[in-house]
């Protein structure tokens, strides 16, 4: 398996576990991990023996921290364009990941931090964890697509408070305001994860790529082409060996045995 600077990656059985280890700079994403963990996603995407990832961040205090202030500090309106490119597209890509991403969120999520947990599926938090988009307090604003995200995810009036005030909350808070699905005991957090990631895991593959495709693509059509996309991915799955074991296993009361075909 390939060995980056910037991030960690152990497969355990059929789950990929990512993490981001900066820990003397509370894993801040810089260019370099930004590019890695780019690098990292498309070195997976087609491989089948992963059937989930979790992506958390090293150490007890940080998931990943913000984007590295100290590149901030240097850029003007081109290279502040290009570096926000670059994180966007490293979002799309997790968003577009034909597997699940879980963000374990083991400690504080700010800035491109809390953007790199709103790209993943499904956000499960540690009881000690912050979160927050704090970017206006540096005079800038979320660049890796958290002015588009955080107001799908929860609201525009929420997302208009976190953003406008960059305070942050607590993992209560961000449980009550649907930012994370679930909240966990700090010790807990990654067998959880791991827990739900061993879950899906169990599940037809294909169908559950093509439900995450539904997800994410119907957000951004109205329901009539959500409804559509849904039709065809749903007459796609009818047409694979899983959808026919799902079925037989289910009349003959066994666990199916899906094999993704």
Not at 75 to 104: C, E, W
Not at 107 to 135: I, M, N, T, V, Y
Not at 223 to 244: H, M
């Amino acid at each position: 398996m390939t060995e980056y600077k910037n991030i960690l990656v152990e497969k355990k059985d059929k789950v990929l576990v990512v993490t981001v280890n900066r820990p003397r700079a509370m894993n801040a994403l810089n260019m370099e991990t930004v590019i890695e963990m780019q690098q990292m996603f498309h070195y997976h995407w087609k491989d089948d023996s992963i059937g989930c990832v979790v992506l958390t961040g090293s150490g007890e205090k940080a998931f990943v921290a913000g984007a590295d202030i100290s590149e901030i500090a240097d850029l003007d309106v081109r290279s502040g364009t290009d570096f926000s490119a670059h994180g966007l597209y490293l979002m799309k890509t997790i968003q577009n990941f034909p597997r699940p991403v879980i963000a374990a969120i083991n400690g504080f999520a700010l800035g491109g931090g809390c953007e790199l947990a709103l790209a993943c599926d499904l956000r499960l938090c540690s009881d000690k964890a912050k979160l927050g988009q704090p970017e206006v307090n540096l005079g800038v604003i979320p660049g890796f697509g958290g002015t588009q995200r955080l107001s799908r995810l929860v609201g525009r009036g929420k997302a208009m408070q976190l953003i406008l005030t960059g305070e942050m909350i607590d993992a209560a808070e961000a449980h009550r305001i649907g930012l994370v699905e679930e909240v966990y005991p700090a010790d807990q957090l990654m067998d959880k994860a791991m827990e739900m990631a061993s879950l899906i895991c169990t599940r037809a593959p294909l169908a559950v790529a093509m439900a995450k495709e539904c997800i994410n693509r119907g957000l951004d059509v109205n329901l009539t082409a959500g409804c559509d996309l849904e039709k065809a991915n749903f007459g796609a799955v009818c047409g694979t060996g899983d959808k026919n074991e799902g079925c037989e296993a289910f009349t003959e009361k066994r666990p199916p045995q899906f094999n993704g075909h």
